[in-house]
């Protein structure tokens, strides 16, 4: 079975120019996760969706994060502009219920994107 | 706010020998703990995972040791092996809201001599 796939894997830019990243989850998986994992820490949640809507955006820094999944498939996670302390790796990741009541259903996490911010 | 803390931030180990990394948290909202693992360049991999109606959890050589009174929750590796070297992140989940979203601990970097 595929996993999570993501690209690019390494991104380099200078503050203010904007960039995006692309994440395609497991076939079938409704709920896909966007974390923000700054060096030395733990994924923080950015933003999840369940199908194409949104579950959860209130650690998303709307003023220049923004991210979509138009047909509840694939997403997009874009910034601009982009601030140095961007700098970090952008995991995706993805779960095949994420509203479940007591039942945890996994999250697989694709390898990530390396955002350098100069 | 960190939701979750995890100590050691990182661990050397002998082959072997056991590796033990600790959690605490505060929110007692939070009712399923997984453990993940992370080699460098991958994403994070679900290890093993407890539900604090137990106080224990053992799959092979991980095993997942709850206290909940205390808040805290720690995994052993027992035997460790080189290639259990990697980064390991405690988290925590409310499975009765239903969001299933998790919050991490900061990690520990296992590295374990061969």
């Known amino acids: 079975e595929a996993g999570v796939a993501q690209s690019p894997r390494y991104k380099i830019i200078e503050k203010r120019q904007s960039v995006a990243f692309w994440c395609n989850p497991i076939s079938g998986h409704a709920t896909l996760y966007w974390y923000q994992q700054i060096l030395g820490q733990g994924p923080k949640l950015l933003i999840q969706f369940q199908n194409n809507g949104v579950v959860d955006d209130s650690q998303l820094p709307k003023d220049r994060f923004s991210a979509e999944r138009l047909k509840g498939v694939d997403s997009t996670l874009k910034i601009q502009p982009a601030k140095l302390e961007d700098s970090a790796v952008y995991l995706c990741a993805s779960s095949l219920l994420g509203l479940s009541g007591r039942k945890y259903n996994e999250q697989f996490f694709g390898p990530g994107t390396r955002l350098t911010v100069l | 706010q960190q939701q979750v803390k995890q100590s050691p931030q990182s661990l050397i180990v002998q082959k072997g020998g056991i590796s033990i990394i600790n959690c605490a948290y505060e929110?007692?909202?939070?009712?399923?703990f997984p453990w993940y693992q992370q080699f460098p360049g991958k994403g994070p991999a679900l290890l093993i995972a407890?539900?604090?109606?137990?106080s224990e959890k053992k799959e092979g050589r991980f095993t997942i040791s709850f206290n909940k009174s205390a808040k805290q929750f720690s995994l052993h590796i027992m035997d460790s092996q080189p290639g259990d070297s990697a980064t390991y992140f405690c988290a925590a989940t409310r499975l009765l809201t239903g969001a299933n979203n998790l919050f991490f601990g900061t990690g520990t970097r296992l590295t374990v001599i061969p």
């Open positions: 929110n007692t909202a939070f009712d399923y």
């Open positions: 407890i539900r604090p109606d137990v």
